[in-house]
């Protein structure tokens, strides 16, 4: 009986053949499994399709399926598969080093089982076995597109191809908070977020010492609250109980207060105007009060703000939003720069929306007896707080 020969290429010799070399044909049988295990060929895809030659009882570069290590090297000009026999049952380690921006697939010589292919321009290195798990339509698999690490531990990090430190893993005993990753559709951008045990929790990007956390290389602007500062210079005081104007000169030549001064027995008024910037986010803002007493006495003092939203096209006979109001005493010395508290929050009237005209009416409550300072109140100014949800106004 004549000896016959696995779909790699062994010789399986028939009892009583092959007398006188034997040796000969054993070792040839065991250079090629050497192959089968660790050996490397480079095969030039020129054409398509390629497939990969069997040379029964050849343990060379021309028995090419049984090689562990396979390069895919040559010039393609076209979309190219290349195959290998329907009963090969074995796995590859295979880069594609082949020139031109092309697809390769890899597959059995015919049949409707699963292949791989590197897209085009994907000069990767792939695990493959071919599973010979049907004699007419036999899958191919790429281990790398179904390899999965469930829950892996990172002790200390990831270091990139070169041994270099890529990303460091620390630990924190007890942690409930974590970021996840979820990649996203066409058209949608990938998300890094918070998740975890809390509630409302923090994603800190924090740059080593001054470093400063950037977008390609211009600074990223943090969303979040925002101040304008409104000088009394910048207010009128009403036409109806409207504050007086006034200029407070200290020592010649030292700072000037330049001030609107709110009476002590009647209630008056102030107003300014801001087209708001359009990364504010429309929502409530709060303020705070930059005034000096105009005596000694160290008595409450009620401040109070409210504000209406105009779009194009809108009256500005329209009444304000409901004022939230805040309360100081008197610090007892003329001159002396003092601040309130920051104010609750509060809504503004009109229903705003990006690019509106806002109307801000400041105004000291002096008829409310729980205002009990018996100076005038000097404003200096106040620093409106207000929200973004954009990093910049554009």
């Known amino acids: ?200 929790v923090d994603l800190n990007l924090n740059p080593k010492g001054s470093g400063v956390l950037k977008s390609g290389t211009a600074a990223v602007k943090i969303a979040g609250t925002e101040t304008i500062w409104v000088p009394a210079q910048a207010m009128f005081g009403t036409t109806t109980n409207g504050a007086d104007a006034q200029a407070v000169e200290t020592t010649a030549t030292r700072p000037e207060l330049k001030v609107l001064d709110f009476d002590a027995s009647t209630a008056e008024y102030a107003q300014f105007s801001i087209a708001m910037p359009k990364s504010w986010n429309l929502g409530t803002v709060t303020y705070q009060v930059f005034w000096s007493p105009g005596n000694t006495n160290t008595d409450n003092c009620i401040f109070g703000l409210q504000g209406v939203s105009c779009t194009e096209g809108d009256t500005a006979d329209v009444v304000f939003g409901t004022a939230q109001e805040v309360t100081d005493a008197g610090i007892g010395t003329v001159e002396d720069v003092q601040m309130t508290s920051v104010s609750s929050a509060m809504t503004i009237a009109g229903s705003p929306a990006d690019d509106d005209y806002t109307f801000f009416q400041l105004y000291r409550d002096a008829a409310d007896g729980s205002d009990t300072f018996t100076g005038d109140a000097r404003v200096l100014g106040i620093k409106l707080f207000y929200t973004t949800d954009a990093a910049n106004d554009a």
């Open 1 to 200: 009986m004549a000896s016959t020969y696995t779909p790699l290429g062994v010789e399986l010799m028939a009892t009583g053949e092959n007398a006188g070399t034997w040796g000969t044909k054993t070792n040839t049988g065991l250079q090629i499994i050497e192959q089968i295990s660790g050996g490397y060929v480079s095969i030039a895809i020129t054409s398509t399709p390629t497939t990969l030659a069997v040379s029964d009882g050849a343990a060379t570069d021309a028995n090419q399926v049984a090689h562990r290590i396979i390069e895919f090297t040559g010039s393609i000009g076209e979309n190219t598969v290349v195959t290998i026999p329907l009963d090969v049952q074995t796995f590859y380690i295979i880069k594609n080093a082949s020139s031109g921006s092309y697809t390769v697939q890899f597959k059995y010589v015919t049949g409707s089982g699963s292949s791989v292919t590197w897209a085009a321009g994907d000069k990767s290195t792939k695990i493959i076995y071919a599973t010979a798990n049907d004699g007419t339509n036999p899958d191919l698999v790429d281990v790398g597109a179904g390899l999965s690490l469930t829950s892996p531990n990172l002790v200390t990090g990831i270091n990139d191809v070169a041994g270099n430190e890529l990303m460091k893993v620390t630990s924190t005993a007890s942690a409930v908070n974590e970021f996840t990753i979820a990649n996203a559709a066409s058209g949608n951008g990938p998300i890094l977020s918070t998740t975890g045990g809390g509630t409302n």
